[in-house]
């Protein structure tokens, strides 16, 4: 299976749907890069009129982890993912649609091809960065994925 945007779309409907439900879509995915958008509307709202922290992890893991799904099936082996740890931080109110973005693929191509030489687990950092439509940074997060051939 190829792993194209309206494909990981409907997986989210089917297994995640929060994230299907409060707007998360995969808008574009390469070798190189995952960008995902959702917009603040009255489902992912918080109190303060803004969108809520956790639709914003939602959309950025996102964009981490479908890269790395993208890699794993580039490669052709069977590899397990797991996220580790995550950070994020808020520098700014996200109203409208926020576009999530990571652009880490040549280090999960470098890491995966890594647990399969070892035949160990591997861990790597990846970043998301979300915008506003002004392209004003309003969230980064990083996600510790760890990878290892099953």
């Known amino acids: 299976m190829n792993i194209t945007p309206k494909k990981i779309n409907a997986f989210l409907l089917i297994k995640l749907p929060a994230a299907y ?3 998360v879509r995969v808008k574009s995915i390469s070798s190189n890069q995952c960008t995902t958008t959702v917009r603040h509307k009255w489902i992912n709202q918080n109190p303060f009129k803004s969108m809520y922290f956790a639709v914003q992890a939602m959309a950025s893991e996102l964009s981490t982890g479908a890269l790395v799904l993208k890699k794993i099936q580039e490669s052709g082996n069977k590899i397990s993912m797991l996220v580790t740890h995550n950070t994020g931080s808020y520098s700014k109110k996200a109203t ?3 576009t999530f973005s990571c652009e880490d693929g040549n280090l999960v191509a ?3 091809a890594k647990a399969l030489e070892t035949g160990e687990g ?3 950092t990846l970043t998301s960065v ?3 439509k002004e392209g004003e940074e309003v969230s980064r997060f990083t996600y510790e994925w760890s990878v290892k051939k099953k």
Request: hydrophobic share 35%; charged share 20%; net charge positive.
């Open 122 to 124: 591997q861990v790597m």
């Open 21 to 23: 439900f409060t707007g």
């Open 96 to 98: 409208g649609r926020i």
């Open 130 to 132: 979300g915008k506003n």
């Open 110 to 112: 470098e890491t995966i």
